[in-house]
């Protein structure tokens, strides 16, 4: 079995489902101090050029402002769907999603966050800011360009999972099933683990 087609098939029994974390994960990262950090971002399905009609890609879109950027190499993703009760843990290295295609879907983005995009040249995400309201008159002053497209700062970095660990809860015998998939050289080797 392909655990990222499974992941997929999942992901859409989610979304038919309404799931409020279908389009979520937990994206954990170590920082320079070594120190653990997590934060939930939007987990983006991309078509792969290459292969238009495939299995999409998983990625995350980021400001390269952000000192998480730094520390994006190897990252850990978890997402879980409380409407199916399962949970998917992905071990992933990472590779940038091209420019044309961050560019292209930054155009979907709502009005603010493609404000807050420009504004992370002024002051980098994560910055310290006087008070919210030096924050908000900052962000309305913005001079953007005409049309609005995204700033060099707007980026994509496709995770690429060498390890996948999948946690269903929903079994009629109350035992949890529990399976990691890893990818010793080609294809992928399914263990199951004691839940
Ligand atoms: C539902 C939700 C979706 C989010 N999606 C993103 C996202 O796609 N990209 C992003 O940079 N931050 C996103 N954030 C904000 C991050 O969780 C986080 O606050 C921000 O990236 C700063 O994180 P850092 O201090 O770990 O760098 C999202 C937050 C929530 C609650």
Redesign the pocket.
Known sequence: MNPIAGFHEDRAQARAGRDPCAE?CALATVGAEGTP?V????LRDIEDPAMPGGEPRLA????QS???WAAMERVSALAYFPTLKVQYRLSCATAPVSEALVHSRWQDRPEAPKKMDWYYAQRP??SPVASRSQLIKEVGNLALPEPLVAPPSARGLYLIPFEIERLDLNQPDGIHDRRRWHRPVSGWEETVLVP
């Open positions: 979520l950090e934060r939930t971002l939007v995350v879109f980021i400001n952000s000192p998480k995400q994560s």
